[in-house]
T-cell receptor, first 110, second 115 residues
Framework: EDQVTQSPEALRLQEGESSSLNCSYTVSGLRGLFWYRQDPGKGPEFLFTLYSAGEEKEKERLKATLTKKESFLHITAPKPEDSATYLCAALPSGTYKYIFGTGTRLKVLA | DGGITQSPKYLFRKEGQNVTLSCEQNLNHDAMYWYRQDPGQGLRLIYYSQIVNDFQKGDIAEGYSVSREKKESFPLTVTSAQKNPTAFYLC??????????????FGPGTRLTVL
């Protein structure tokens, strides 16, 4: 069964304390792995798409990486405005039904 | 400005009522989706549509109905058959069918509360 698991469920960091969020996936062929940021009461905001193992993408303090079994969202020197829930989703081959993880709630303290 | 709009932002439903949530996009995207989000759970797929006049059930379609008469619009009706409709509802769209356009883009959401 296709599945996406995110860890940890919640993470508290001090401002400037770098860390990584994990997204483990089990799907029948990966067409794409997606990261989103979601603020409370709002829709998810698209961050990155990764297509193949070894691929990396960066945006400001965020860097997403992909292996054959998992993806990491690295946050370097986070700021309080990076506080949000980060969602990971996988798109299996042969379908356009996305599989979402339950998210990681990140809180960055000043 | 291209994007996805959902209305209303907040919706209250009485027991036994049907309500319709609006989703409109001006991104010229072919595919549209409806998800339900509950606290502590991932996004769950209700219905999706790859092209106009065609749609498929997702994982939790019972008690919901949709239509896709126009490319820009994909309204969701929550019927009285849906026993626990209180949730945050998200609409999304995706670009042309190809390996280069697989990202979904989301609307701002509608929060539905049953009174």
């Amino acid at each position: 069964e296709d599945q996406v698991t995110q860890s940890p469920e919640a993470l508290r960091l001090q401002e400037g304390e770098s860390s990584s969020l994990n997204c483990s996936y089990t799907v029948s062929g990966l067409r794409g792995l997606f990261w989103y940021r979601q603020d409370p009461g709002k829709g998810p905001e698209f961050l990155f798409t990764l297509y193949s193992a070894g691929e990396e993408k960066e945006k400001e303090r965020l860097k997403a990486t992909l292996t054959k079994k998992e993806s990491f969202l690295h946050i370097t020197a986070p700021k309080p405005e990076d506080s949000a829930t980060y969602l990971c989703a996988a798109l299996p081959s042969g379908t356009y039904k996305y599989i979402f993880g339950t998210g990681t709630r990140l809180k960055v303290l000043a | 400005d291209g994007g996805i709009t959902q209305s209303p932002k907040y919706l209250f439903r009485k027991e036994g009522q049907n309500v319709t949530l609006s989703c409109e996009q001006n991104l010229n995207h072919d595919a549209m989706y409806w998800y339900r989000q509950d606290p502590g759970q991932g996004l769950r797929l209700i219905y999706y549509s790859q092209i106009v006049n065609d749609f498929q059930k997702g994982d939790i379609a019972e008690g919901y109905s949709v239509s896709r008469e126009k490319k820009e619009s994909f309204p969701l009706t929550v019927t009285s058959a849906q026993k626990n409709p209180t949730a945050f509802y998200l609409c999304a769209s995706r670009g042309p069918t190809s390996d280069a356009y697989n990202e979904q883009f989301f609307g701002p959401g509608t929060r539905l509360t049953v009174l």
